[in-house]
Structures are given as structure tokens and as C-alpha cells.
């Protein structure tokens, strides 16, 4: 099969990386990828949200199948025109995806379909989202905005004046554009976290290994939100008690939730999840792989995930097997400094070759943000590398994954130390 693969960052690497692993995986693009994708796949310099071009590209070099890896074009409905062209794609149509791109469309589908998450109300007018926080007893709040805003819609208020100045930033200046039209105030929970990815062809949900994502961008979850500095899988939270409750109250009636709403979900359901002390509840939905949770969680896959995928998209995942390997991936994120703020870019990258680290056969150097230029290897983003490995113990991955991101320089780099370090403690109360 001839493939495309619609993105360009670190899970668009780790996809890729797993499909041609396949023996019927053919020749692979990426569009738009990256420098460091460039030694594994064609690159194509289309953006991910250009509808348009990207159908015409996929026609004109006859795609067996694309995978619409990113958010964006999923809600701008890249899916659907891919089908009127007659070129299947893995990943929602644009009406499954509103589960992710309106979070006022996921969390009236949860009120509706008795699905556990934050108790919450929704709004369009600021004079009446005030009013009702000013009225509440219980902080703190978190206000949310409606739309796709990179992960950063997402405000947790410990008084009255900071979600005054939130609704203000959201609502009156826009400052994630129309996402910002209408809100969502909900209650604020505690638990750790899970990130659930599965999946489905709109009838059957197979979930894939656990894993813990750190967003925050330094030690001690302290610093901004960002899209995530590194991952580790399987998360021990979700211990098979939870797993269980979490199929019967949450997965499977999601995905049935979708089907009785005309919009069946096809592709890869991301569960956000917070173990609280009433069990768990979905903070959120993505329709697509978290990044960096693909390159924890793809590493370990056993099943080829093209047969998987193309399962989903046509609907037979019932007989299609979706085996992980025992053990444990880690990935830690080398990013630029200053992200996710403000950070240079061209900086020269050390320590690699044709973008991997020699002689590390249990380590994958996934590129996120990368370029070539004039033949050597530069940072072209906020997060550049993360280096994954795998092992049959979490403190092994861990390990082996922090002394190969040792030998990868780059001007000004930024990682975190303690990707892991809660997953381990909870791993030492379990013993
Ligand atoms: P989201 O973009 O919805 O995943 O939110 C980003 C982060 O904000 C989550 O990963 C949580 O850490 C936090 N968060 C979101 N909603 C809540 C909530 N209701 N209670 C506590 N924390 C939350
Ligand atoms: N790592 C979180 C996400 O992909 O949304």
C-alpha cells in the first residue's frame, strides 16, 4: 500500500515508524513532516490544514490510504473529502470529530449519556458565566473554551478575580480566536492521570496500553502547560480494577454514545482520564494519538498497525487482533529553550545519525521538531526530539532513555529530569 501520513511532529515520526514495520506497507509520505521524518518517509510540503491541496496531492500521487494524524484536519473534515475523492483515511469524519474539537458538544454527550466527568455548566454570554461563578462555594473552577486552542483553552481559577480576568482573556478578547465563543465551567477534580488511547471502527473499542504524560514544562510539574515533555506507559494508576470500570462506564458507552448520535468514531479515541477518589472521569477527548503518548505507546505494539488501522476504517476490528508486548516505554522530550513561550530555532543538533543515536538498538529518536539544512541537522521548533525507550521494566526504559538523551546536544536545550518519577513511586506503594 501506498501511504500517507497527514502531520508533522514526534507522533507523525512514531505512526510512521510503526506502519513500516508492516509487510504491506509500501512507499510512505508525510506531509508536511520534518527534517528528521525525512530519512524515514518522503516529505511533502503541504500544511496539515490545507484541505484542499493535501486531497488534490493524495489524488494526483494515488494514495491507497492516509492517516490524518493531527487535530486540526480532522475537524476541518479532511476525512470526509478524502472519501469523496474515494481514498479511505484512518481518523473521524468531521462530525465524530467535534468530540475533541467542541468540548461543549463532549460534555453534553457525557450529561446525556451518563458518562462520569466534572459536573459542569456551558455558556455564551460573559455577564452570565460571571454571574455563575461568582454564586459558586467550591474552588477552584476551571474554565474551558469551546474549541481547539493547542492544549492551552484550559484555565484552573482559584478566585473570583483570576476568573474574572479568565473569562475576560477567553470570552471579550478572543485570545483563542472563535474557540472562545462559548465556554464550559467545570468543577475542578483531583486524581492522577491517564491517557487511554483506543481503538475503534465505531462498534468496537480495543484499548492500547496505559500511559502518563507530563505537561507541565519543568521538574515537579511546575512551569506552563505544554503539549507534554514526556511520556511513560503502562501508567500504574490504571491498575485492572480501574481498566474495567473504565471499559463498562466510560469507553464503551462513549463509543455507543456516538453511534445513537448519527456520528459512529472511527479511528484512534483518546480518553483523558483522572482517577479520582470517586473513580474514574473523563477530563477530556481527543480524536486522534497524544503526542508524546504515540511514542510510548506505539513502541509497544505487538499487532501490525496498518492491519489495524485499516480494520478500524472498515469496520471488521471485531476479528483483528491488538496485542502489546510486556514491559515498559519511556520518552523524555529534548525541547528548545524558552518553550513554550518564546525559543530560537537553527540551532545544530550533535549526537546523531540520519537522525538516530548509533549503537542503541532499544532507543528511537522520534523528531518533532526538526530541519536539514545544508546537510546537518537543526531545531526547527519548541519541542525537537523525544528519545524513547523500551525495556522490560519501567526503571530500565527510564534509564536506558535518559543516558541516550545524554548524548544528544543542541544549543539552549530543555528536558525535563523526572519524566517518571511519580509513575515509580506509585509502582513502589503497589509492592
Ligand atoms: P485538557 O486540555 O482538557 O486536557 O486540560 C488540560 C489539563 O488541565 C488536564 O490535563 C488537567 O491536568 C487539567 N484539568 C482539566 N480539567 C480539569 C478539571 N475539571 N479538574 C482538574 N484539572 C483539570
Ligand atoms: N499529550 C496530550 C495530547 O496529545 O493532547
Not at 505544554?226 to 463498562?248: H, I, K, L, Q, S
Not at 523525544?386 to 538523551?405: C, H, I, M, N, W
Request: hydrophobic share 40%; charged share 25%.
Amino acid at each position: 500500500m501506498k501511504i500517507l501520513v497527514v502531520g508533522g511532529g514526534g507522533r507523525e515520526h512514531a505512526i510512521i515508524r510503526a506502519l513500516k514495520k508492516s509487510p504491506a506497507c509500501g512507499e510512505i509520505w508525510c506531509a508536511p513532516g520534518n527534517g528528521g521524518i525525512g530519512y524515514d518517509a518522503k516529505c511533502k510540503d503541504i500544511k496539515a490544514t490545507d484541505v484542499e491541496a493535501m486531497v488534490a496531492f493524495a489524488k494526483q500521487e494515488a494514495f491507497d490510504y492516509v492517516v490524518v494524524a493531527q487535530d486540526d484536519p480532522l475537524a476541518l473534515g479532511m476525512v470526509d473529502a478524502l472519501a469523496e475523492v474515494g481514498i479511505p483515511a484512518f481518523g473521524p469524519d468531521r462530525a465524530a470529530a467535534r468530540i475533541e474539537a467542541s468540548k461543549v458538544f463532549a460534555k453534553d454527550l457525557m450529561k446525556k449519556y451518563g458518562i462520569p466527568t466534572a459536573g459542569y455548566e456551558t455558556f455564551d454570554d460573559p455577564a452570565a458565566a460571571l454571574d455563575f461563578i461568582r454564586a459558586r462555594d467550591r474552588w477552584p473552577v476551571v474554565i474551558k473554551a469551546d474549541g481547539l486552542a493547542l492544549g492551552k483553552g484550559v484555565l484552573i481559577c482559584e478566585d473570583v478575580r483570576q476568573a474574572e480576568e479568565g473569562i475576560k482573556e477567553i470570552m471579550l478578547d478572543k485570545k483563542f480566536g472563535a474557540s472562545g465563543n462559548h465556554v464550559v465551567v467545570e468543577e475542578f477534580l483531583t486524581g492522577p492521570e491517564v491517557s487511554v488511547l483506543s481503538f475503534t471502527d465505531g462498534k468496537v473499542v480495543k484499548p492500547m496500553v496505559s500511559s502518563m504524560d507530563h505537561k507541565r514544562a519543568n521538574d515537579g510539574d511546575t512551569g506552563l502547560n505544554t503539549g507534554g515533555m514526556g511520556t511513560v506507559a503502562p501508567n500504574p494508576y490504571y491498575t485492572p480494577d480501574v481498566a474495567r470500570r473504565c471499559m463498562e462506564e466510560i469507553f464503551l458507552p462513549t463509543i455507543r454514545a456516538m453511534q445513537a448520535e448519527g456520528c459512529p468514531f472511527k479511528g484512534c479515541l483518546y480518553f483523558g482520564l483522572m482517577i479520582t477518589p470517586d473513580g474514574p472521569k473523563v477530563i477530556e477527548y481527543n480524536c486522534r494519538f497524544g503526542d508524546p503518548e504515540a511514542q510510548v505507546v506505539l513502541p509497544l505494539l505487538d499487532s501490525d498497525l496498518l492491519t489495524v488501522m485499516t480494520a478500524c476504517t472498515g469496520g471488521t476490528l471485531e476479528d483483528t487482533e491488538v496485542r502489546f508486548r510486556d514491559g515498559a516505554a519511556a520518552c523524555v522530550i529534548l525541547a528548545s529553550g524558552g518553550y513554550p513561550v518564546r525559543y530560537e530555532k537553527g540551532k545544530e543538533i550533535t549526537g546523531l545519525t540520519e537522525g538516530q543515536l548509533p549503537g542503541a538498538e532499544d532507543v528511537t529518536v522520534y523528531h518533532a521538531g526538526t530541519a536539514v539544512q545544508d546537510g546537518r541537522l537543526v531545531t526547527a521548533g519548541g519541542r525537537v526530539l523525544g528519545v524513547t525507550a523500551v525495556a522490560d521494566s519501567l526503571p530500565a526504559a527510564l534509564e536506558r532513555a535518559y543516558q541516550a538523551a545524554d548524548r544528544i546536544r543542541f544549543d539552549k536545550m530543555h528536558r525535563r529530569s523526572d519524566i517518571g518519577r511519580r509513575a515509580l513511586q506509585a509502582l513502589n506503594v503497589q509492592e
